[in-house]
């Protein structure tokens, strides 16, 4: 149908581990205490992607969009490993900046390998909060606060992202993936 799906398997990694000192996550489980998965009675977190990746083998000619880049940010070559075994599979950047902007460099080469398979996104309507996507990406900026303390304890740093990369992340690969999306009024 030339439509692409956008896919939102699980949550953080951390939401289905213990709480304890080693749980990266334990403050934003602690005060909302529904995002916990505890495995039993639910699947744990690797079952869930097992399911989510025969999903997307089983139907190659469909185009997934993974949200949160399938909650594999903290683990880019797991990630970089699904792209390339999978083409029909794209990732959208939303609610993971946290993991990007503490491996800027690691990140930076990601986004300019996969630079035709990101988009930008986000769970809702923030405009207070897109600055630190444009810091993060943008920008060389080292240690600078995360918008949302209960999530990432640590600083970020920016990935200063090449211009032509920028482009594709923010709008052209949505532009080339969505059908129906108006082609005028973007940046050249």
Known sequence: LNIPVFIHTADPQEFFQPIDNEN?????????????????PNPSFDELMAERDRLFRRHP??????????????????????FDEMPN????????????????????DFFV???????????????DEFPYFWRTFETADEYFDY???YHAFW???????????????????ALRVIPGMPRTGWPE
Request: charged share 30%; proline share 5%.
């Open 155 to 173: 600083k970020l740093y920016g990935m200063e992202l090449p211009d032509d990369v920028l482009k594709k992340v923010y709008y052209q690969n």
């Open 89 to 108: 599979v794209y990732g959208e950047v939303g609610a993971v900046l946290y993991d990007l902007g503490r491996q800027p460099r690691t990140a930076h």
């Open 61 to 82: 000619k469909t185009t997934f969009v993974a949200a949160h880049l399938g909650w594999h940010a903290n683990n880019l070559a797991r990630l970089g490993k699904m």
């Open 113 to 127: 390998k996969y630079q035709d398979r990101l988009l930008f996104g986000k769970d809702s309507y923030q405009p």
């Open 24 to 40: 990266e996550r334990w403050l934003e489980l602690a005060l909302f205490r529904d995002r916990r998965y505890p495995s039993p």
């Open 147 to 149: 918008y949302r303390d």
